[in-house]
């Protein structure tokens, strides 16, 4: 089992909790051994007499012992009380901290990692990463979380349907828990770009087809991690100087194009909508057919095509099918109304 939340408290926790259970039962046997050995005792009178003098009730002897069998029991108890000691604390210990809450906790956000499919997953959750799922969790898309630092775990404990994994993205395992095989998508954020790298040649290596997106520190690591097979590569860092740049430059172009990529207050935003859902059988219909501006208020600025080709303000005459993806802009509330409709479409 890897080393997630469940492992770790397993380790930190129940470790202790099954050193002091074995302890229990070491004592328990020498105190068997031991009567049956000095006092002659049967099987069942000796594990009754360990029981009655390691629970320290005093019901008394079962046979009258002689100076090395009282001396036997009298180390008996000594030893028990500092091993039972031991066990209580740790059982306390683990219950008062509220680990078997937070152990229950993981197991039921693994059982729901468990049954995701085509779902995002979002290797570490500093600002870029939270960023990232602040958007992802906008568009109402599944992803999973996986983190290591405790403050940043404590933040998405603090979120109700967080799903996350504590662990190290980096080792297979914890990919694999994320269901890295399932998913659909990955983003990589770690702080370290080797990290980065690692991780998208593992993910890659487990799920051909996933779509990749990595966060980059230098500018060397960019073609390094292109070769390990990330589809597109961000360096905040560059991006955060051209868009302020860009502030001065062309100050009223960046803020619409803010307001509409979500980072205004405002509902209009961009959108990439799929077609799949309007059983065309493989027929092309033409893009005027769908009249979306005139039903939703939307505009179609781009098409996708099934080979990835892109084309730019189409024509109304443009063909499209099952596989192609349609780039439109609008309101937050047309879009929705939009897939709706286009869901809805036989």
Known sequence: MPDSANEIIRKKYNGKIRVGIALILCVIFTGILGFMLLEHYSFVEALYMTIITISTVGYGEVHPMDTIGRLFTSILIILNLGIFAYAISSITTFIAEGNLKLYFKYRQVQKQIEKLSGHIIVCGYGRNGKQACDMIEASHQP??????????????????????????????????EAGI??????????????????????????????????????????????????????MPERIGGTYMASLILRPDLVEFIATLTGR?????????????????????????????FKKFRTLVIGIVNSKGEYSYNPSPNSHINKDTKLIVLGSEEHIQQMKTSLKATK
């Open 143 to 176: 992803y999973v979380v996986i983190e290591s630092d405790p403050a940043r775990l404590e933040t998405l404990r603090n979120k109700p349907n967080a799903l996350f994994i504590e662990g190290d993205a980096t080792e297979d395992e914890i990919l694999m």
């Open 181 to 234: 095989s399932t998913a659909k998508a990955l983003i990589t954020t770690l702080a370290k770009d080797p990290d980065n790298v690692y991780v998208v040649l593992t993910a890659k290596e487990k799920n051909p087809s996933l779509r990749i997106i990595s966060r980059a520190s230098d500018e060397s690591s960019e073609i390094k991690l292109k070769r390990a097979g990330a589809d597109n590569v961000i």
């Open 264 to 292: 205004s207050t405002t509902n209009f935003a961009f959108e990439e909508i799929t077609c799949e859902h309007l059983h065309l059988d493989d027929k092309a219909i033409q893009l005027k057919d769908l009249n979306v």
